[in-house]
């Protein structure tokens, strides 16, 4: 759990704890918390995600990080501290995914756009918008600090197969 290879976390998996408990606010904003969140950006790649958030490398504290260009457009890179979505407009079902949930993509209901107040890793606050894939990476991101996993969003039938599918491949060695 949270073994650390370098600057890469290892990225927990259901049935971890950790997913399922409300991070704690950062209070501290300091080089550490700089080093932390390159160590995030380079765990997230290494694992071929657009989204990390602290949990999911057993550090309960919210904090995420997002890149939905996967490294392709620097000014994409999206550090959210703290943050909370404080608007919300329509709505878009699409498939969704997570590190955490290797494998298991299904399709999630989620708001089309949003707008999210967090602060930076310097501590200041700010606002910032997105829609399509964006909007659906910060609401599934934010959901991981409050202890929420994508299947946690599913109809109750939906989400008891995919842990059956789940308990299969534990089973098999496969998780
Ligand atoms: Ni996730």
């Known amino acids: 759990m949270g073994k650390t290879v370098g600057k890469i976390h290892e990225v927990v998996k259901w049935p971890d704890p950790v997913l399922a408990k409300p991070g704690e606010p950062v209070t501290v904003f300091d080089a550490k918390l700089k080093k932390l969140v390159d160590e ?12 990390l958030a602290a949990p999911q490398i057993s550090i309960s504290q919210r904090l995420t990080v997002i890149d939905v260009s996967f490294k392709k457009n620097p000014e994409e890179k999206l550090v959210l501290i703290n943050p909370e ?43 910032t918008e997105g829609e399509e894939l964006l909007a659906r990476a910060m609401q599934h991101e934010i959901d991981h600090l409050d202890g929420i996993l994508f299947i946690d969003r599913l109809s109750r039938l939906k989400r008891d197969l995919v842990i059956r599918k789940i308990k ?3 089973k098999n060695g496969e998780w």
């Open 40 to 51: 995030m950006f380079e765990s997230m790649y290494a694992a071929q995600g657009i989204g």
């Open 85 to 127: 979505i404080i608007e919300r407009e329509g709505k878009q079902v699409e498939e969704e995914g997570c590190l955490s949930l290797p494998e298991i993509r299904e399709k999630v209901q989620r708001a089309a756009k949003v707008k999210v107040r967090a602060q930076d890793v310097t501590g200041t606050w700010f606002e």
């Open 168 to 170: 299969k491949m534990q």
